[in-house]
């Protein structure tokens, strides 16, 4: 892994809203295959983060690189970047006056020239792929809540992304729901051989998934870790905060 293609890379990047800064001198780089996850305390900024790098925010300072080009989320070329973004949001909002083979038949519709019996195929495809097949027909009220976020992901890969940005994908998902989540973020990693970039604060996740973590300090704006979470736990020269944060399990097995 260590020799792999850096896909994203993040330099000096400084994160504020106004005169509020988030984070700033971020370094550090996604790798092809890996799974990133970006981690640390509520209000510490994953989620600004997540929208920096998708372009949804510009960069105060700093650059992010994709394939080793900046990205430039106003330029033209940002485009075609962009089209290569799978994206699951906290929310994974889908369009409830829709079924959920129209949900993921969306981005389709509108970013390819497939004809409609092509778009169904893919549809299908992509919702067995979730664990959805069949359940096109349904609306998104009529599924349950690990359903829904399913649906969201077949959405999020309806166009074969190379990247996979999720934020929370398991916020508000029993335990068990959310093992599954999880599951099939790394089943999905491997057969579309994307690179994936999870924001989470859930431990269960985190040690699941993440081959690298980045933890994010609110106290110092800092990132202090960028590790795989196995390693850091014992590693008694990582900062106590990131030890703390991981070990919180074994204070509470119900967090
Ligand atoms: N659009 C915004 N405008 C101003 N401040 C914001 C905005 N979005 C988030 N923040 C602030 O930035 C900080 C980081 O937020 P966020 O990235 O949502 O944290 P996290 O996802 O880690 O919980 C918080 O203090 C939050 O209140
Ligand atoms: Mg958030």
Redesign the pocket.
């Known amino acids: 892994m260590t020799d792999s293609e850096i896909i994203i890379q993040a330099d000096g990047l400084k994160m504020q ?2 005169n ?1 800064v ?1 984070m700033e001198s971020l370094d550090f780089v996604v790798r092809r295959g890996e799974v990133k996850v970006i981690m ?12 920096h790098l998708i372009g949804l925010e510009r960069a105060a300072a700093g650059e992010i690189r994709y394939y080793g080009k900046v990205f430039d989320p106003d330029a033209v070329s940002a485009d075609a970047i962009r089209r290569r973004f799978g994206v699951l949001f906290q929310s994974g909002a889908l369009w409830s006056s829709m079924s959920v083979a129209e949900n993921v038949a969306m981005p389709l519709e509108e970013y390819t020239d497939l004809k409609p019996s092509e778009i169904s195929e893919i549809v299908e495809f992509k919702l067995s792929l979730v664990g959805l097949g069949g359940f096109g027909h349904r609306f998104p009220a009529e599924l349950s809540g690990g359903m829904r976020k399913r649906a969201g992901l077949a959405r999020a890969i309806a166009l074969d992304p190379e990247i996979l940005f999720f ?2 994908p398991s916020a508000g998902l029993d335990p068990l729901s959310s093992r599954r989540l999880d599951d099939l973020i790394l089943e999905l990693r491997d057969a579309l051989g994307a690179t994936v970039v999870v ?1 989470t ?1 859930e431990l269960a996740s985190i040690f699941a998934i993440a081959d690298r973590a980045l933890f ?1 300090d ?1 106290d110092s704006k800092r990132a202090l870790c960028d590790a795989n979470p196995n390693d850091l736990v014992d590693d008694l020269s990582a900062d106590f905060k990131v030890r703390d944060f991981l070990k919180r399990g074994e204070l509470n097995v119900n967090d």
Do not use: I, N
């Not at 305390?41 to 989620?47: H, I, L, T």
């Open positions: 809203y106004g509020y988030v640390g305390g509520s209000g510490c900024g994953k989620s600004t983060l997540l929208k934020d929370e924001v604060h994010l609110a």
